[in-house]
């Protein structure tokens, strides 16, 4: 089985631009999640779909946002870049939305906003 | 808030058991215990999980308390590949943000 798949790898983008990441879950899965990592706070939970439907938030601007599709893959928007979005985006996917379900992670995408 | 506690590093010499401990006190009946570890630059990656029982797959063995409220990963024989940050969560049934909060993790070192 595939693993769950994230592009782009890298990204450069400038202040003030926005930006699309993409997740492609594992076949079968029906949760996604998404997690930013930076050095200073670890990993930060940002929100979780299941179903086509957000399910969970975390303390993040609205400039944050996502969605996902009927396929499951997932998508993240962050709109009007700050340099502190710098970070290591990470998608998870799992296949029911808690409890005996293990997530299995990509290996993100790096953003970074000069 | 992260629901566990864990150590910040650990040391471990190559060839030696790595004890990784968690506290979860405050965790409830139907919340799984999962471990998962990251290594520079990849996305964590799973190792094991389990409710109440005692675990063990092809990477690690799981030791929960009777209580529960405190569970020890162990893997059997370290080697310098097994360097990482050792994450402990815990996720419920009911899904909910906070089974997807991840601490700070303790970061292991193997030690050749």
């Known amino acids: 089985k595939a693993g769950v798949t994230q592009t782009p790898r890298y990204l450069i983008k400038t202040r003030g631009q926005q930006v699309t990441l993409s997740c492609s879950p594992i076949?079968?899965?029906?949760?996604v999640s998404w997690y930013q990592q930076t050095p200073g706070q670890g990993l930060q939970f940002l929100f979780e779909y299941f179903s086509e439907t957000q399910r969970n938030k975390g303390n993040f601007p609205g400039r944050f946002s996502g969605r996902q599709f009927s396929n499951s893959r997932s998508e993240m928007n962050v709109s009007t870049l700050e340099l502190g979005d710098s970070a290591l985006y990470l998608c998870a996917s799992s296949f029911l939305e808690a409890g005996n379900s293990p997530l299995h992670f990509g290996n993100g995408t790096r953003l970074t906003v000069t | 808030d992260a629901k566990t506690t864990q150590p910040p590093s650990m040391d471990c010499a190559e060839g030696r058991a790595a004890n990784l401990p968690c506290n979860h006190s405050t965790i409830s009946g139907n919340e799984y215990v999962y471990w998962y570890r990251q290594i520079h630059s990849q996305g964590p990656q799973y190792i094991i999980h389990g409710l109440k029982n005692n675990e063990t797959n092809e990477m690690a063995s799981l030791i929960i308390t009777e209580d529960r409220k405190s569970s020890t990963l162990i893997l059997p024989h370290a080697t310098l590949r097994d360097t990482a940050v050792y994450y402990c969560?815990?996720?419920?049934?009911?899904?909910?943000?906070?089974?997807?909060?991840f601490g700070k993790g303790t970061h292991l070192i193997i030690q050749p």
């Open positions: 076949s079968g899965h029906r949760s």
């Open positions: 969560i815990v996720r419920g049934s009911g899904g909910g943000a906070d089974g997807l909060t």
